[in-house]
């Protein structure tokens, strides 16, 4: 069963949509977290795996798609392959005072390609 993050989906320039969400499998309870692309006429086009909690995905002018997805941000090509990908926190560790901090909200893109947080 696919269920969406809950979050609004991005729209490429050449139509595809692309949305954050988990395949989750009742019978094992394991789920997979995926950025999804979709094509304009609503087929299938790619999904890519994340390790969990993917945030809303932003399209660049540029025409990469940009998403945080727990303590990682992400640039994933039109065809869905990995550009980059920036680890932007880590888990606090028992006994320690620093906190969690996943990232959940979309990114925003300036025209020079920098992404904000």
């Known amino acids: 069963m696919l269920r969406?993050?809950?979050w609004g989906p991005a729209i490429g320039e050449d139509g595809t949509?692309?949305?954050s969400g988990s395949l989750y499998n009742e019978i094992?309870?394991?789920r997979d977290?995926?950025?999804?692309a979709i094509n304009p006429d609503g087929s299938f086009k790619w999904r890519f795996p994340v390790p969990r909690?993917?945030?809303p995905p932003?399209?660049?002018?540029?025409?990469?798609?940009?998403f945080g997805a727990y303590y990682t941000v992400y640039a994933v090509d039109p065809n869905g392959n990995?550009?980059?990908k920036v680890t932007a926190a880590k888990k606090s560790t028992p006994g320690s005072k620093g906190t969690d901090a996943w990232i959940l909200a979309s990114l925003a893109i300036?025209?020079?390609?920098?992404?904000?947080?």
């Open 28 to 30: 094992t309870l394991k």
């Open 4 to 6: 969406a993050g809950g």
């Open 58 to 66: 932003t399209v660049g002018s540029d025409g990469n798609i940009y």
């Open 82 to 84: 990995l550009k980059w």
């Open 33 to 36: 977290d995926y950025l999804y």
């Open 17 to 19: 949509v692309y949305i």
């Open 110 to 117: 300036d025209n020079k390609g920098i992404a904000y947080l």
């Open 53 to 55: 909690h993917v945030a």
